[in-house]
């Protein structure tokens, strides 16, 4: 299964200006920046992550290796489905992975991923 949203080639163009202008936050390895860039960021460009803001791209485009890969992404699907983690906990802000990538990887990765989520909500209500 591919996971990059494909682009003709004036969305391409259109793409790579908003991919550059994101700097260190144009990651593509474990997001599909593509799919959200067309389905999202160009449709509503206020709402969307900047290189100079704190919003934080939603779980709908994480790639299956992606470490907080979910259930609201829209690659969980068929086998990738298993290594789909959840968002719970009170304040809906705690990750909890998929019992397949806890057990691939450990409780170590959880309290990583946990802390960053914690960090990344903290920085964002500043």
Known sequence: MAYDTKLN?????QYQKYAQSLGDKGNT???DLRGYWKNIARVHPKESPTA???KH?????????????STESIYATGGDKAWAGSWGG?????YQ???LRRIMQGP???K????MTKLKMELSNK
Do not use: C, L, V
């Open 9 to 13: 080639t004036e969305e391409e163009t």
């Open 29 to 31: 390895i474990d997001y």
């Open 52 to 54: 100079t803001n704190d």
């Open 57 to 69: 791209f939603p779980d709908t485009y994480k790639k299956p290796n992606h470490p907080g890969f």
């Open 90 to 94: 009170a304040s809906g802000d705690d």
């Open 97 to 99: 992975p998929s019992k």
């Open 108 to 110: 170590k990765d959880e």
């Open 112 to 115: 990583r991923m946990n802390a």
